[in-house]
């Protein structure tokens, strides 16, 4: 299943196309953040089992390609059509158990009892008078004992400075984070290069949490 957006075509910071960017990272592998959270899920699992994720922000499939690898049913949403296409258009996806959706995060509800939500350097383009109502979305939506995994911009990050970004101190994270057993929490800070070379400096939260309450 498809919706529309009316979501822009160039990227809200620095104004490149979206389609450079999905160039740029054209065959890159899996997040390590969601091969960690399926490593865990791996060591829980019975055989038969089928699990369902949803992919935030999953752009031309690079997450959602691996989640259907290994046989998870899988909500694609990313709020460009055209990162929708792409993934569609794609010989390694399996159909049948991918749905997908072109929908902002804030106008975004979410299904009941998902087993993963994945969020991969996506949720700071939630604008931040949105983001407290929608991450408790994130949390109602993941079952007891389900998993969160991705990525969350901290306060010192370049992109912390514009006022249509959402980001967030340590302390808010752990906040955050409170309904959840964290796995893996890793804190990234240093000068670099956004994936079409752009100069920016990294202030990110990689993040693996399994939720208790």
């Not at 160039?23 to 699990?51: N, S």
């Not at 109502?133 to 998993?147: C, D, L, N, S």
Request: proline share 5%; glycine share 6%; net charge negative.
């Amino acid at each position: 299943m498809k919706t529309q957006s009316n979501h822009p075509m160039t990227h809200p910071v620095d104004g490149h196309q979206w389609t450079d960017y999905y160039q740029a990272v054209e065959g890159r592998p899996p997040r390590e953040t969601l091969l960690t959270a399926l490593t865990k899920f791996d060591a829980e699992t019975t055989f038969g089992t089928l699990r369902f994720a949803v992919d935030l922000g999953c752009g031309d499939g690079r997450d959602t390609v691996e989640l259907l690898r290994r046989g998870w049913q899988v909500l694609a949403i990313d709020g460009e059509a055209q990162a929708i296409d792409r993934l569609l258009s794609r010989s390694d996806i399996n159909p049948q158990l991918l749905e997908t959706r072109v929908e902002r995060f804030e106008e975004l509800v979410l299904p009941e009892n998902v087993d993963l939500i994945n969020a991969s350097f996506c949720l700071q383009f939630c604008p931040p008078a949105d983001f407290p109502a929608f991450w408790q979305k994130i949390v109602a939506a993941i079952r007891e004992e389900g998993r969160f995994c991705g990525h969350l911009i901290g306060d010192r990050d370049s992109w912390a400075t514009y006022d249509h970004m959402n980001h967030h101190t340590r302390e808010q994270v752990l906040e955050l984070l409170a309904p959840f057993d964290i796995e893996h929490l890793e804190e990234e800070e240093h000068p670099g290069k956004t994936a079409i070379g752009v100069e920016k400096y990294w202030h990110l939260f990689h993040i693996v949490a399994r939720k208790i309450a």
